[in-house]
């Protein structure tokens, strides 16, 4: 990878293109940032979130295994 060589260009030159790249990205998002294309997201501590209920409540219970059946074995 250090010494060899893709098409007769160094690995820098494909290092360089990527870094060149990823700059270019972040000025466009900070560039679109300021003219106010996007907005950053909110403060999440400051956002309320209201629920409303719409469902049907059903009573609670601490035991939520299934009471077995009796059965009889005995066919007199």
Known sequence: MVSGRDNGRPMSHYLGRRVLFSVVVL???I?????????PNA???THIQTQINTTKP?????NTKQPLEMQSVYQG
Do not use: D, E, M, W
């Open 27 to 29: 000025v466009v998002v």
């Open 31 to 39: 560039a679109a940032l300021k003219l106010g294309y996007i907005y």
């Open 43 to 45: 403060n999440p501590t």
């Open 58 to 62: 059903h009573p609670q219970s601490a």
